[in-house]
């Protein structure tokens, strides 16, 4: 990937983090940013545990649905998700350092399709795919 | 439905309730409970923002996932989400008071599906559906 | 509903019936349809089962997907599927006949969300959710 | 992957193929097939295009899920699909030589996910995520 791509997806992610109250607040770290890809990691803390004592499905799939955003947003072209789909594989426990990889699989017009996985250190906690529509406008102000 | 069956849902609810560090933590509420449906509230508060100003779908995820929790182990039998789908509508604002209705569509065996309907006052945000398995044991100590 | 939405139904139906070979091919009768709703039906031939000795999972999509097809057209604006999911519950079995009926579930800018529920005379079979998006144009010749 | 494991997956396929009416039916070719992953084409027909003159969507999946089904039956455990979620990214035209290539994603108990990819010659026609579920026994006779 050219250097430009990256700067711009570098830009785009800056951009997009500072408003991003959500993904700040839930201790994420964007640890990488690219082309149609992206990393964020966080850690499962005691507010995030549900009533069976794991790591509620919701913060699973915050941290999948932001590592989407940033790299589907990663082109500073504005997309928004339509229809995404998790499969819980096993559970993550308190404590947990998660890490979600996001890639582009396809694009079809307006319409992207992006994978991420997430793992914690003893393997794959979950898969999610997301549809993504990019909607006009630049992310980079 | 009879008492029963509404009185087991409601201990079912109790007893998960208490250990729902992650629900309790986003400011839902429980609204109803009954054989195989719930219905939770949220309201979007400014840590519930993304990049874009709007709620984050991990949020609006959240208290789907939560709804949904609480409505298949309403019969007093442990189940877990296995695969889930969400399709966001529109977008929801700062301030928006969330409504989630979960109910079941469909019982196979040990898997069941459930439909979760999002609200807020304008209309629908997003439609939820969620596959879970009963992993054996009861919810009520 | 209106008269008036009931005839254009009939009559997007009739125009997207006459070029269905797949539908006419597999042997399916469109059974009903109004504005955002369609009911088909189809029986399970020899041809039809898998190595399982059960109906093929793709007969029982294909039957869905047309029957949400043929409601997401019914208002004569020519709408595409995107992403859809279906959830397999209990196997259909030779000579069983298929009843797939199909309604709106939500309405987005172009995007619709439809269900469609496919039925044995024995119960449930799979439940079928589908995102369309509007192409532009009418159906209607 | 070992030679006991991929003449294991041809067995399990030679003993799924015999029954197969519906694949066979349909002018499918399994073109490969090792432990956890499977390569089938088919070339769209006449008989498979919807009213809108393009490959019904129903045919398309039907291809990605018999080559999930031979990829999650070839380790010689029975397995079925579950949820099964689709994207359709371009449309296939008639006389369109598809390939679907599917392989294993991940793996959690009895649950497996796999990802499927059908193109045709000018690209990505759509992919397909199956959830599948071992339900005992063996394949091989």
Redesign the interface.
Request: charged share 15%; aromatic share 8%; hydrophobic share 45%.
């Given at each position: 990937m050219s250097d430009e791509g990256e700067l711009r997806a570098e830009r785009s992610a800056a951009?997009?983090?500072?408003?991003?109250?959500?993904?700040q607040?839930?201790g994420m770290v964007l640890e990488d940013v690219g082309p149609g890809v992206a990393r964020m990691a966080m850690t499962v803390e005691?507010?995030?545990?549900?009533?069976?004592?794991m790591c509620?499905?919701?913060?699973i799939?915050?941290?999948a649905?932001?590592t989407f955003?940033f790299a589907c947003?990663s082109r500073d072209q504005?997309a928004?998700?339509?229809?995404?789909?998790?499969?819980?594989?096993?559970p993550a426990q308190l404590g947990d350092r998660l890490t979600a990889t996001a890639r582009e699989?396809?694009v079809?017009g307006r319409?992207s399709?992006y994978?991420v996985r997430v793992e914690n250190p003893a393997g794959?906690v979950a898969?999610f795919?997301g549809?993504s529509r990019s909607i006009g406008g630049a992310v980079i102000a």
């Open positions: 951009a997009m983090w500072t408003g991003d109250a959500a993904s607040g839930l005691p507010r995030m545990l549900n009533g069976h004592g509620h499905g919701g913060f799939f915050a941290l649905d932001s955003a947003n504005r928004v998700a339509q229809t995404c789909t998790i499969t819980f594989l096993t699989v396809a079809a319409s399709l994978d794959v898969e795919r549809q």
